[in-house]
C-alpha cells in the first residue's frame, strides 16, 4: 500500500509540472508568423523599357534574401502589368501597381497572387492613394494637353471606375483624412498642387508661387509637405488650403527633389548626393549625408526613399540593361550594393 501511494504521489508530482511548464510556455511571446512569401521586406520596382517584359519587380527580405521577378514567378499565365511600370500602393491586403500604358494590376500584396487588372477610365497614370475603400490614380491624359489630367476613383468592392478632372499636369498624390493632395508639375511651368474633397469630389487649387512646382510630396503625423525644384519645402495648411510654412534650401543645391521624412528627419536629393535636416529646423546644410558614383545620364536617383534610418537609392544605368540599388545608413555608409532589373525606380515596404 506504501508502495501504492509512493506511485500515486509520483505520477501527481509529474503531472503538475507538466502542467506548470504547459501553462509557462502558453505565457510566451508567439512568433509572428508572415502572411506570405513577401511579407517583411521590400519591393523594388523596375519599370522596364518599351515592351511589357522587360519590366519586374524584385523582393528583398529582412533576412537579405533575393528574389528576381516576383509577379512572373507567382503568376507565370496572367496577362503582363503592362509597359513602363510607374507605382505601386497598397491596402490592408492586396497591392496595386500602375503601368503607364493604361493599366493596374491587382495582386495578394503578401503572395503576390495575381486577382484582376483594371483599364478602364485610365490613360497614362501614374500614382495612386487609398481613401476609405477607394483608390485614387492621378493620370496625366494626352501628353500634348495640359488641360485633360484627371484622377481615377476606384471602387475597390468591385472595381468600378470613374474620372475627376482636374485639368493640370499630374503626377504624385498622397491623403491626409478624407482629402487626397496632387502635385502638378507641367514640365516645370506649372506652381500649384490640387486637393480633392474625396466627400463631394469638389477640387481646390493651392498656388505655390511663380517658379515653384512641385515634384514631391509627402504626409507626416497628418502634415502635408511638398518639395520644389527651386528648393523650396513648404507645408500645406488643409483647413486654409494655403502655404502654412516655407523653408529655403540653399541656392547651391540645385535640382531639389525626392522629398522623403523618416523618423523627423527630411531628406532630399541633388544629383547623386543625399541632404537632410531635422523637421522643424530653420537652416539646412549645404554638406550632403552621402554622395555616390554614377554614370548614367539620366538615371541618377531615378529611384529613392528612406525607411527606419535606411537610406535606399535606384540606379538606372543606361536603360538598357539592369540597373543597380544600394542600401546606405542615414549617416552616409554604404551597407548593400545590389543588382536591380531594367529602370529601378521606387521602393515600396511590406
Not at 103 to 121: A, C, K, L, Q
Not at 157 to 186: E, F, H, M
Not at 323 to 332: H, L, Q
Amino acid at each position: 500500500m506504501k508502495q501504492f501511494k509512493k506511485v500515486l504521489l509520483l505520477t501527481l508530482a509529474t503531472a503538475f509540472f507538466l502542467t506548470s511548464c504547459s501553462n509557462d510556455d502558453d505565457m510566451t511571446t508567439p512568433v509572428s508568423v508572415p502572411l506570405g512569401a513577401y511579407d517583411n521586406g521590400y519591393f523594388v520596382l523596375n519599370e522596364g523599357g518599351g515592351s511589357s517584359v522587360t519590366n519586374s519587380i524584385t523582393f528583398v527580405g529582412d533576412d537579405g534574401t533575393t528574389t528576381e521577378d516576383v509577379f512572373r514567378i507567382e503568376n507565370p499565365d496572367a496577362e503582363e502589368m503592362g509597359i513602363f511600370v510607374q507605382n505601386i500602393f497598397f491596402d490592408a491586403t492586396r497591392a496595386f501597381i500602375v503601368a503607364g500604358s493604361g493599366s493596374i494590376t491587382v495582386v495578394n500584396r503578401y503572395s503576390f497572387e495575381y486577382i484582376t487588372t483594371i483599364s478602364t477610365d485610365l490613360e497614362s497614370p501614374r500614382y495612386g492613394v487609398i481613401v476609405n475603400g477607394k483608390a485614387y490614380v492621378t493620370n496625366n491624359a494626352s501628353f500634348a494637353s495640359v488641360t485633360d489630367d484627371f484622377v481615377t476613383v476606384i471602387d475597390l468592392t468591385n472595381y468600378s471606375t470613374s474620372q475627376v478632372l482636374i485639368g493640370n499636369y499630374l503626377d504624385r498624390i498622397a491623403a491626409v483624412g478624407t482629402k487626397v493632395i496632387t502635385t502638378n508639375n507641367q514640365y516645370g511651368s506649372e506652381h500649384s498642387v490640387s486637393v480633392i474633397d474625396t466627400n463631394t469630389l469638389a477640387v481646390t487649387d493651392i498656388d505655390l508661387g511663380a517658379g515653384n512646382t512641385s515634384n514631391s510630396i509627402v504626409v507626416n503625423n497628418n502634415d502635408v509637405y511638398v518639395l520644389t525644384g527651386s528648393g523650396k519645402f513648404m507645408e500645406i495648411d488643409l483647413s486654409s488650403n494655403a502655404i502654412a510654412n516655407t523653408l529655403e534650401i540653399p541656392a547651391s543645391i540645385l535640382g531639389t527633389k525626392n522629398l522623403n521624412i523618416d523618423n523627423n528627419t527630411v531628406y532630399f536629393t541633388s544629383g547623386a548626393s543625399v541632404y537632410g535636416f531635422g523637421l522643424g529646423d530653420t537652416t539646412v546644410s549645404i554638406t550632403p549625408i552621402l554622395t555616390y558614383e554614377s554614370n548614367s545620364a539620366f538615371g541618377v536617383m531615378y529611384g529613392f526613399a528612406v525607411n527606419n534610418d535606411v537610406i535606399y537609392i535606384g540606379d538606372a544605368g543606361d536603360f538598357a540593361s539592369n540597373g543597380s540599388f544600394y542600401e546606405y545608413s542615414t549617416t552616409g555608409d554604404l551597407l548593400s550594393t545590389n543588382v536591380a532589373g531594367l529602370g529601378p525606380n521606387g521602393f515600396y515596404f511590406n
